[in-house]
T-cell receptor, first 112, second 111 residues
Framework: DTGVSQNPRHKITKRGQNVTFRCDPI?????LYWYRQTLGQGPEFLTY????????KSRLLSDRFSAERPKGSFSTLEIQRTEQGDSAMYLC??????????FGSGTRLTVV | GESVGLHLPTLSVQEGDNSIINCAYS??????FIWYKQESGKGPQFIID?????DKRQGQRVTVLLNKTVKHLSLQIAATQPGDSAVYFC??????????FGQGTRLTINP
């Protein structure tokens, strides 16, 4: 197991386009988290899954954002009708229940 | 709302010296804190954690101190090395392992 994997590493998109990111967690981890990090700031919680169930969503997750984890393994985060304010690093992390996080290297999104 | 913050955005130290990075938190009900190191282009990497029933915890070259009276957390790095250059974040566990991060402190090492 090579840790948490995120793809793509970088994404440049035009404003108004849809983008989708993928996260492959550590295989035995049942919890998966998405965070957003803007330059110079700490990561901000977006949402998390326990197995395939999405248990909590931040108010930061507007209706243009949707996350799924259909089989309780990998997860996708989709942003529809991207805006320049969506430019950020999107981080995925996974853990066991009660265990510590392992973060991926993130997907850096630039909306032009 | 409740937040975790840091006193200083940057810290510059001489190689071999000890580094101390500080963090203030405001949620007195928080019971678990973590320090992360983030290098450029990478995700946060766990350094050390501490629960609220402890005042101090030591790892390899790192020590975390928790002062619940003043809601203050610090990370001490002994004999700082060039590889310690990074941004350091404290984070507070707010239920179901959801973390609230502070702004971060950039640590730079002078040769």
């Amino acid at each position: 197991d090579t840790g948490v994997s995120q793809n793509p590493r970088h994404k440049i998109t035009k404003r108004g386009q849809n983008v989708t990111f993928r996260c492959d967690p550590i295989s035995e981890h049942n919890r998966l988290y998405w965070y957003r990090q803007t330059l110079g700031q700490g990561p901000e919680f977006l949402t998390y899954f326990q197995n395939e169930a999405q248990l909590e969503k931040s108010r930061l997750l507007s209706d243009r954002f949707s996350a799924e984890r259909p089989k309780g393994s990998f997860s996708t985060l989709e942003i529809q009708r991207t805006e320049q304010g969506d430019s950020a690093m999107y981080l995925c992390a996974s853990s066991t229940t009660g265990g510590g996080y392992t973060f991926g290297s993130g997907t850096r999104l630039t909306v032009v | 709302g409740e937040s975790v913050g840091l006193h200083l955005p940057t810290l510059s130290v001489q190689e071999g010296d000890n580094s101390i990075i500080n963090c203030a938190y405001s949620n007195s009900a928080s019971d678990y804190f973590i320090w992360y190191k983030q290098e450029s282009g990478k995700g946060p990497q766990f350094i050390i954690d501490i629960r609220s029933n402890m005042d101090k915890r030591q790892g390899q070259r790192v020590t975390v101190l928790l002062n619940k009276t003043v809601k203050h957390l610090s990370l001490q790095i002994a004999a700082t090395q060039p590889g310690d250059s990074a941004v350091y974040f404290c984070a507070e566990n707010q239920g179901a392992q959801k973390l609230v991060f502070g702004q971060g402190t950039r640590l730079t090492i002078n040769p």
